[in-house]
């Protein structure tokens, strides 16, 4: 009877303790939301909202004391629209060919290929984007290398991964018998795919197309080697000219900064935190919404 | 009446498996032929095989010859331009995750059609055929997946008819529907029998006998009799077709 | 008859070309991965060489040792911290909690967050909670404390699908002897489980391995001579000398640059390699 008792007590505790552990996870959350608005609310506050979000000008060390991110809003928003329109294409051909044309032995090189892909570090593509990319953009393209062009190809090729791997999942989970349909009345192996199977998957195509957005625009190390880190008032961007994003500006300046200007690289993160979130929420109304149907 | 399909010879292999042993028949025009027999008995596959379905098998092997008007289907002929002239209706209801509308004119678009005036037609002509027009001319946007079952097959039958084939097959389209759609679409083909050569797989004997000119039993992959419907299952020739007709087995 | 032939034609050359796209997408990804990978591999192997790998770094030798201790240090303290927390709350996922409850959704809707959060955010919240506000200063402890956060929902996540896939027939074999619901979890759940956690840390190991903006302003860009223990010591793991020395900018430094590019490179290789030779073995258990 005691040793029922003492397993009894036993059991309630570690079932306190898995639930305990379970909590750190929120635990985390609420404290790094909180610990980040602390010390970035006060600074947007200080500067000024519309003065923080919508003025181009950035200078911290100018007298007066500009603290405008909307060049680096912009920054962002262009090296994350270029890696789309590079990443997504290439990425969703390639999901379709290893879901619907590519023989056996070849998708075992290319499936451990792109798997290989998202397991490399950040700062190999920035340095291979500092040594590769920008020479090449310098030469062939113009201008000297550093800026939206070779950012843009590198975060394409980055979020690659990505697209690839939950864009064939989504295809794959096409039910086969919209295929059969197809080919029923006559249709080749292609129209079926492009017409049929890959529209049918489009909710999970836009989840990966989504998550890229968010890797691509949390990208800090490998934009920083390639994208040149100027601030550039908005009508001066150019393709091949140089840009700061709202991830390059924090690492750029954070080692000397101190005081407004450190909780204003604060607040940058703050902003981005808030976009990651909000992209996270839409997920979340996309897969719900897919799910209902 | 004239010989639309002729199977010759034909014998096919899944892999080292045989699932047709030299099956020689005659599918006329304009009337429609029921296969019946119990599971694996290769109803099914010969039926695929009229339209080419199990090329998209591996390891499909066939021999003998399958002639349409007398052109040898595995011969010249591309398999996408068969597979228009010989449509297919499958087991369970498959209607593309699109609109109704999409669903029918799917078929026409794919094989050229551009004017949206001739797509309106052509849908509207295909669901009439297949019945459906008055009950989903207003719901033409209508997502394909949000109507009955029962609809939903009527919808791929019409979907059928939308590339105007002159062979329509069937395999079991009415073995997941309820009595009452299954009596649509029973009167549904005995109506268009008239313009089209239809082959219909069934698992109910009670169908056959209702609605089929001719029916061939299979066993094993072989082909045990084909007969005009009345007689085969008034006056069996076989005691095979007799034993399953009459239930001792399958 | 003639349109419709014309017609055919048409479709069959826009059906090769589609073919051939596809597959070009297909070989030209391989084709990037192969280069990114030669690129770096063929300038940096011939660099390495044993004082880059155990000397004292010194401007000359730009050694890699104490960065690499470093990084070890870092691997193995994160994950005693966060493995013995991530599979405890797989376990409460995955065993106790009921479904569709609200404490479950919450723990998803955090353990997802996190899992988005960008490396440089959680730089910035090490910085500001590890290094500031608890005092640790720029040190290999808040390094550590910031990645074992970071780290933590990919444990989670493949703990909790590993306990999932423990068939629920061994389960009730263990209770159906008696045993306690603690007992089973330890001796016949994790066990089992183990592969599928395994390639989780794995996968962990990976990302603390390449990982360079969190850290920056938590253990900081500070390199030691001689590789050190010191926890409170502000030390450059191997990702961050990458960084360090690609922006000095002379040729030395650039060539020691593809160096620990290639070494970086070689780790992942194996990671990689672990991780789906124990898929394998996963797959084949079941």
């Known amino acids: 009877m005691q040793n029922t008792k003492k397993s009894n007590f036993d059991e309630k505790i570690m079932q306190a303790i898995f639930f305990l552990s379970a909590l750190i996870s929120v635990l985390a959350v609420i404290a790094i939301c909180l610990f980040l608005f602390m010390r970035g609310i006060p600074a947007i506050a200080e500067i000024g909202f519309m003065d923080f979000i919508f003025n ?13 991110i909307l060049s680096m809003i912009a920054g962002s928003i262009y090296v994350t629209a270029g890696a789309i329109v590079i990443g997504v294409p290439v990425g969703l051909m390639c999901a379709i060919f290893l879901a619907e044309f590519c023989p056996d032995n070849v998708y075992k090189i290319v499936k451990p290929a792109v798997n290989l892909l998202a397991g490399i570090p950040s700062i190999i593509y920035g340095f291979f984007g500092m040594e590769a990319i920008v020479p090449f953009v310098r030469e062939n393209l113009g201008g000297n290398g550093y800026g939206i062009m070779s950012a843009s190809i590198i975060l394409g090729i980055m979020i690659l991964p990505t697209i690839i791997s939950i864009s064939e999942s989504s295809i794959r989970a096409v039910p086969k018998s919209y295929g059969e349909g197809s080919y029923g009345l006559g249709a080749t192996k292609e129209e079926t795919v492009f017409n049929v199977i890959v529209p049918a998957a489009k909710s999970g195509i836009l989840t990966s197309i989504i998550l890229g957005v968010g890797r691509a625009a949390g990208e800090t190390m490998a934009v920083v080697m390639v994208a040149g880190n100027a601030v550039m008032p908005l009508d001066k961007i150019e393709l091949l000219k140089p840009i700061r994003t709202l991830t390059a500006n924090i690492v750029t300046e954070m080692s000397y900064a101190s005081g407004l200007h450190e909780s204003a690289l604060i607040s940058t993160g703050v902003v981005l935190f808030i976009f990651i979130i909000i992209l996270n929420i839409s997920l979340s109304l996309i897969k719900s919404k897919a799910q209902r149907n | 009446m004239t010989d639309k399909i002729k199977i010759e010879n034909v014998n096919l292999y899944y892999g080292e498996f045989q699932a047709l042993k030299n099956i020689n028949m005659n599918v006329k025009e304009n009337e429609i032929t029921a296969f019946i027999g119990p599971s694996g008995c290769g109803k099914s596959t010969l039926l695929k095989s009229l339209n080419r379905m199990n090329d998209l098998i591996e390891g499909v092997k066939i021999t003998g010859r399958i002639l349409l008007d007398d052109a040898d289907i595995y011969g010249d002929m591309d398999a996408t331009v068969l597979r228009r002239r010989v449509g297919m209706v499958f087991q369970k209801p498959n209607p593309f995750p699109m609109s109704i509308y999409e669903n029918v004119a799917y078929g026409p678009k794919t094989h050229g059609v551009k004017s949206k005036a001739k797509l309106d037609e052509i849908v509207e002509k295909s669901l009439r055929s297949a019945a459906m027009w008055d009950e989903v001319k207003d719901r033409l946007k209508k997502n394909a997946l949000s109507i009955s079952g029962g609809q939903q097959q009527r919808l791929c039958i019409a979907r059928a008819f939308s590339v105007n084939p002159e062979v329509i097959l069937l395999d079991e389209p009415t073995s997941a529907l309820d009595p009452i759609s299954t009596m649509k679409i029973e009167d549904l083909l005995t109506e268009i029998k008239k313009d089209y050569t239809i082959v219909i797989v069934t698992h109910n004997m009670q169908q056959a006998t209702r609605i089929s000119d001719k029916t061939a039993f299979f066993l094993h992959g072989e082909a045990i009799e084909f007969d005009e419907t009345e007689k085969l299952f008034s006056m069996p020739k076989n005691k095979k077709t007799e034993d399953y007709i009459t239930g001792r087995f399958g | 008859m003639d349109r419709r032939l014309n017609n055919l034609k048409q479709r069959k050359v826009k059906s090769i070309l589609l073919k051939s796209f596809v597959w070009l997408c297909g070989i030209l990804t391989v084709g990037v991965l192969i280069y990114i990978l030669l690129f770096i591999l063929l300038r940096g192997i011939p660099k390495i060489n044993l004082v880059f790998l155990f000397g004292e770094y010194n401007s000359e030798t730009l050694s890699a040792f104490s960065s690499i201790v470093a990084t070890i240090q870092m691997i193995f303290l994160s994950l005693i911290i966060s493995v013995p927390i991530g599979v405890f709350c797989a376990i ?75 068939p629920d027939t061994y389960r009730e074999g263990s209770l159906g002897l008696g045993a306690t619901r603690i007992h089973t979890v330890f001796r016949i759940v994790l066990p089992t489980a183990m592969p599928g956690i395994l390639s989780g840390v794995i996968l962990a190991i990976g990302r603390i391995v390449g990982e360079t903006a969190a850290l920056i302003f938590t253990s900081g860009t500070n390199v030691m001579k001689n590789p050190s223990l010191d926890l409170l010591s502000s030390q450059r793991t191997l990702a961050i000398h990458m960084y360090m020395l690609a922006g000095e900018g002379l040729p030395h430094s650039k060539d020691m640059a593809f160096a620990t590019g290639a070494i970086l490179i070689l780790i992942v290789f194996t990671v990689n390699y672990t991780t789906t030779k124990l898929a394998g073995r996963i797959g084949r258990i079941q």
Do not use: H
């Open chain 1, 56 to 68: 181009e000008k950035w200078g911290p060390t100018n007298k007066p004391a500009s603290y405008g």
């Open chain 3, 92 to 166: 409460y996922l995955a065993e106790y909690a009921k479904r569709g409850s609200i404490a479950v959704k919450i723990i998803r809707l955090a353990t997802d967050t996190l899992a988005g959060i960008p490396s440089i955010v959680y730089g910035l919240f090490g910085m500001i909670f590890f290094v500031n506000i608890l005092g640790f200063r720029a040190s290999v402890l808040s390094g550590v404390c910031t990645i074992s956060i970071m780290i933590l929902p990919v444990i989670i996540s493949s703990s909790e699908e590993a306990v999932k896939s423990v």
